[in-house]
T-cell receptor, first 113, second 114 residues
Framework: DAGVIQSPRHEVTEMGQEVTLRCKPI?????LFWYRQTMMRGLELLIY????????DSGMPEDRFSAKMPNASFSTLKIQPSEPRDSAVYFC???????????FGEGSRLTVL | AQSVTQPDIHITVSEGASLELRCNYS??????LFWYVQSPGQGLQLLLK??????LVQGIKGFEAEFKRSQSSFNLRKPSVHWSDAAEYFC????????????FGQGTRLTINP
């Protein structure tokens, strides 16, 4: 079975550009999470959805970040405009009902110049 | 707010040696506890979890962890490490009420000497 699929795997962009990261969760999973990983701050939860509804977006750093989940099989994380401090690896994860058992994608490495 | 501390940033052990990775948490009640492993360039994979009951839990790849309430600890162990265990290991905590929202420790990078 396919796992969580993220795209792109690598993205290099210039400051001020819009960045869109995409995620396809595992079929049948009803929760989806966006995490950001940096050396300085470790793994941070940005936002998570249950049944396509955003439940907690308290980790979204600022208004430049937005996330959507239009259906059960697709989510996007958008940064507009991007800044160098947004450089990180962004992970998408999905889960079913078992608490804490998250299935992670391979991540999208973002570099903002 | 709950927090997770992994005191060791980097540990090096020889292949075949035993391993213990430390994890301490701060929370007013017993949270849900997890260990995840991340290989280079990969996402995280769940090794094991503790919700309640037996305080010694078994996971995949020969790992186990013991919950000690008195010490607020959930240390990960393996009796004999293999070169393929080299990775980064993350302890995580979930609130009972919102257990799907996890707080991760900073991670411990494990290096294996041949």
């Amino acid at each position: 079975d396919a796992g969580v699929i993220q795209s792109p795997r690598h993205e290099v962009t210039e400051m001020g550009q819009e960045v869109t990261l995409r995620c396809k969760p595992i079929s049948g999973h009803n929760s989806l999470f966006w995490y950001r990983q940096t050396m300085m701050r470790g793994l941070e939860l940005l936002i998570y959805f249950n049944n396509n509804v955003p439940i907690d977006d308290s980790g979204m750093p600022e208004d430049r970040f937005s996330a959507k989940m239009p259906n059960a099989s697709f989510s996007t994380l958008k940064i507009q405009p991007s800044e160098p401090r947004d450089s990180a690896v962004y992970f998408c994860a999905s889960s079913q009902t078992s608490p804490g058992e998250l299935f992670f994608g391979e991540g999208s490495r973002l570099t903002v110049l | 707010a709950q927090s997770v501390t992994q005191p060791d940033i980097h540990i090096t052990v020889s292949e075949g040696a035993s391993l213990e990775l430390r994890c301490n948490y701060s929370y007013g009640a017993t949270p849900y506890l997890f260990w995840y492993v991340q290989s280079p360039g990969q996402g995280l994979q769940l090794l094991l979890k503790y919700f309640s009951g037996d305080t010694l839990v078994q996971g995949i790849k020969g790992f186990e962890a013991e919950f000690k309430r008195s010490q607020s600890s959930f240390n990960l162990r393996k009796p004999s490490v293999h070169w393929s265990d080299a990775a980064e290991y993350f302890c995580a905590v979930g609130l009972i009420q919102g257990a799907q929202k996890l707080v991760f420790g900073q991670g411990t990078r494990l290096t294996i000497n041949p």
